[in-house]
Structures are given as C-alpha cells and as structure tokens.
C-alpha cells in the first residue's frame, strides 16, 4: 500500500510548477533515449500534498502561491517506505516528509534525548528507523518514523567526526563514515551492531587502495557491498561487507567521468551508482563496474526545475526514484527513472514528430 502511495504523490505531486504536464524534463537530452524524467521538487509540506487541477487552478485565478522552502541549508538525504528525510545543518534539525500521510514532520529539535547540533547524513533502514550522523555529536542517532529517539549509536570516544550512516540490508550492521580531520590519521568505516556494539573498522588515512583521505559518504547495495565516496582522492571504492577492499574508480579532472567536488553518494536497486558533483552541478551515474553512463543536471543557474547549483547528499528510493538536494536553491529535486516501455514510447513519439 505504501508504494502504491508513493508512487501516486511522487507522480502526481502539485509543487512543480516549471513543469508541465506536456512539457516534462527528461535527461539525457535529445537525440539520446531519455532515462529519467523530472517529476517533483521538495521545498515544503506543501510539496507532498495531493491537489486536483480545480485546486491548482482556483489557487493560479487568485494569485496563490506556494510557501517558501523550510530548509536553510538542506545536506543530507535518504528515502524509503514512503518517507523523505532531510537534514538541515544550519536549522540543525531534519524533516520527515511522510508521503502516505502527506505531512511534514520535524525531527531532532526539541526532547532530552536525540537533540540534533550538526546534522549531516541519514539513512532509513528496513523498519523504517531514522539514522543521523552527527558530526559535532559525534555519534549516530536513531529515530522512529515519526521523529521520536530510539538510541544512540558510538560517541566520542569511538568517533572523531562523524559525517554519514549507512545500514546493511538485513539491518545487523551500521556503517558509519568517521572523516576525522585534516590532522587526524582516522579517516575511515567504523562498522556496529544493531544495538550500538563496535564490531570492527575499516580504512586508515592515505591514498593506497582501501585507504581514505576525507571520506564523506557510504552506501550499502542490496547485496551488501559497500561503498564509499572517499571524496579528498576523488574516487569511489568498493568493499566487502566485512571491509575488504574490491575496486575503485574516479580521479580529479574536468571530464567525463571525473570528479572535481564530489558530496553525494547513492546506489540503485539495479547496482548503478550515483555520485553528485559540485562544481560540475551534477549527477554522474555509473554502472557497478565504475563506467559512466550519463550524468543529470542542468546548465544554468536558475531556480528552475532539474536545475542545480549546489548538489549534495542524493538518494534512491525502492522504486528508482533519485533524490537530489540543492543546497543554494534550498530545496530537494526527485527524479524517476523510466521503464523500457517508457522509453521506447517516448523516442517512438519523438520519431513520429518529425
């Protein structure tokens, strides 16, 4: 039922008002088959409320408009079981867009316990709970779906910075990256049990293959690898699901396949990695092997629909749905990626057009 829902508000959502429903984003551009179609922005609550064309219509006849975005800077971003989170490291705070219910809810403001002070990466696992990484906390917060905390994982005695979680898909390990600092030789994967017990660490500081220089960013695939954005040698390298190095892939440089700004790290359920750029003001997306496929973002720097000036954290859903924030435009970009039918039709009616 939750998917179903998911699906219907993702595709269906009112706060897209670049977009038309004639006129839709596609990436890449023509004469390419499209892969991804742009079908919402998340700014608000207002965002993920389902609004008939009556509705949109009375609001356009009364000059009605939609409220601002609450994010002051948006960073981090994970998405699954029909909920959106978004931390906010200035608001210090996240949001819990919850799509069945079509409410936003805030998360780590206010309580004794689960007080957020500099929120970077999340994650949702299997059971809908929340992880948070927090960097000045130095620890991993966990929240129930509804902003309430469950517990806490490390502290400072474990961890120096930490700055992103991933969960294990059967949910019996936490991943946490600890990017240390720049005169701090622990740059690595600390990895825990469920229930916040260290089990072991991966990764030291240098630029050897399983070793870090800054890491910012770790996922898990369905399979259990991991992987990790180890963003100061400007590469992604894979691992084992108990930290033994696999392969590796990227360099510093302007061209395709490059990174020159990486911040996000995301992995689909087909095994193609996302990684977001911010000087290139993109996505490059790659297939497991580490060759790039296409990359996804706009040219200008307009607030816009699919335009992008700041990327950072990005996400990918249980449905393919990829999850971008914007940290300048303040607001998360959801693009879909299309079927084969889907793509098929769509260069079938391009063809027909000319």
């Not at 960073?75 to 079509?102: C, E, P, S, Y």
């Not at 990790?228 to 392969?247: C, I, K, Y």
Request: hydrophobic share 45%; charged share 25%.
């Amino acid at each position: 039922m939750v998917l179903l829902v998911l699906l219907v508000l993702l595709g269906g959502c009112a706060a897209v008002p670049q977009q038309s429903d004639d006129q839709p984003i596609y990436w890449p551009n023509p004469p390419a088959a499209p892969r991804f179609v742009h079908v919402a922005t998340l700014v608000s609550g207002e965002s993920i409320r389902r609004e008939n064309a009556e509705g949109r219509l009375l609001k356009a006849l009364r000059g009605v408009k939609n409220k601002g975005s609450v994010f002051a800077k948006p960073f981090g971003v994970a998405a699954k079981n029909g909920l959106v989170v978004v931390t906010d490291t200035v608001l210090r705070q996240g949001f819990i867009f919850n799509l069945q219910r079509q409410k936003l809810y805030p998360l780590g403001r206010v309580g004794k316990k689960g007080v957020l002070i500099k929120p970077l990466g999340v994650t949702i696992g299997a059971n809908s709970q929340i992880y948070i990484a927090d960097a000045s906390a130095r620890k991993v917060i966990v929240y129930d779906a509804f902003g309430m905390h469950l517990s806490d994982i490390g502290d400072f005695r474990d961890l120096d910075r930490p700055v992103d979680v991933a969960v294990s898909p059967d949910g019996k390990q936490v991943y946490v990256v600890d990017a240390g600092g720049i005169d701090s030789r622990r740059h690595r994967v600390v990895v825990y049990s469920s229930v916040g017990v260290k089990l072991f660490e991966f990764g030291w500081r240098g630029n050897g293959t399983g070793e870090f220089n800054l890491p910012t960013q770790v996922e898990v695939a369905s399979d259990g690898t991991v992987y990790v954005l180890d963003a100061g040698n400007f590469r992604v390298q894979v691992f084992s699901a108990d930290g033994q190095f696999q392969r590796a892939w990227g360099r510093v440089g302007r061209g395709f396949g490059d990174f020159a700004r990486p911040r996000g790290l995301a992995v689909g359920g087909d095994g193609n990695v996302y990684v977001s750029d911010a000087a290139f003001r993109n996505v490059q997306v790659f297939n497991p092997k580490g060759e790039l496929l296409l990359a996804i973002g706009g040219k200008r720097l307009l607030d816009r629909a699919g335009e992008l000036a700041m990327p950072a954290d990005i996400a990918v859903d249980e449905l393919q749905h990829l999850y971008i924030v914007d940290q300048v435009f303040k607001k998360v970009e959801v693009l879909r990626q299309l079927s084969e039918q889907e793509m098929d039709a769509i260069v079938a009616r391009r063809q027909d057009a000319q």
